[in-house]
């Protein structure tokens, strides 16, 4: 039974990164291979300021969510001011979380490589869900107001977006921190959890791991990522009975989504319009 609330633990605390990479991503357009420096940002600051300074849990959580969304302004000011397209600007989000890695093993205050052990393990399950349900309450109410509605346009076509008064820079670099605070809140999360950090965990794989749950959930949903989310952390446990071939079926999953669900697994669409009955069949 622990073992299932642990996978859980872990399945919720991705899903509030996965989120976040969703609005930016899924609802804003543009692509990112560097989410999880922002992860690493979070779960750093709220660790060593519990760790060494005795910062209340809350407390060093908000921090980490401010410092994540203050590292997202770094990167986000001068790349968006200077409008690269969506791969250009995944490269140079990409070459930000190399660098902040390589500062990470290089610094004392973090252990450097070797990690930071013995996190006090402050993050529960109740903790997590309770997150995950602001998180998706916070999500839901921004993409229904008019920003949310900018980021929309913005994605579907920048050009109409912006000669219809749309600010583009500001909406972006608006959808960036937002979704940096999502992964600082859930890298914050998983150091408490885990009790122990190291560079090698918010590196390009984990960024990988995120996006692929973005893309196969479906672009312009919330739930269908989160759904994907789970997906991709429960099934691979589920099957490590299997060893090596639970990786195999890892890379299917994703394989046969895309080729018989394009779209994701939700598209455009929430999970709540499945269980809703079609007009003239309430009675």
Request: aromatic share 10%; proline share 4%.
């Amino acid at each position: 039974m622990s073992y299932i609330l642990s996978i859980t633990t872990l399945a919720c605390i991705n899903m509030i990164a996965v989120l976040g990479l969703a609005i930016f991503t899924g609802f804003t357009g543009l692509f990112s291979f560097g989410h999880a420096a922002f992860m690493g940002i979070g779960a750093y600051v709220s660790a060593i300021l519990t760790y060494y300074y005795g910062v209340p849990f809350p407390l060093a959580l908000a921090c980490g969510v401010a410092a994540s969304s203050a590292a997202s302004l770094i990167i986000g000011i001068p790349t968006l001011r200077a409008r690269l397209r969506s791969d250009y600007f995944a490269i140079a989000i990409l070459g930000f979380g190399e660098a902040l890695r390589v500062i990470l093993e290089n610094l004392s205050i973090t252990n450097g490589a070797r990690g930071l052990p013995g996190i006090a393990p402050y993050t529960t399950l109740p903790v997590v869900v309770l997150c995950l349900g602001l998180c998706v309450i916070v999500a839901r109410n921004f993409l229904q107001s008019r920003y949310g509605a900018a980021c929309i346009a913005v994605r579907e076509d920048p050009v109409a977006a912006e000669m219809s008064g749309i600010h583009l820079f500001r909406t972006r670099l608006l959808s960036l921190a937002l979704s940096a605070a999502y992964c600082g809140l859930s890298g914050g999360l998983l150091a408490h959890y885990l009790s122990f950090i190291q560079p090698v965990m918010f590196t390009l794989v984990q960024s990988t791991q995120i996006l692929a749950a973005v893309i196969a959930g479906g672009l312009g949903s919330i739930s269908g990522p989160l759904v994907a989310s789970f997906l991709f952390i429960a099934l691979p446990e589920a099957l490590r009975v299997a060893q090596m071939w639970r990786l195999v079926a890892y890379g299917l999953i994703l394989v046969l989504i895309m080729l018989f669900r394009p779209q994701g697994l939700l598209g455009h669409q929430e999970i709540s319009r499945l269980f809703k009955r079609p007009a003239g069949e309430d009675h």
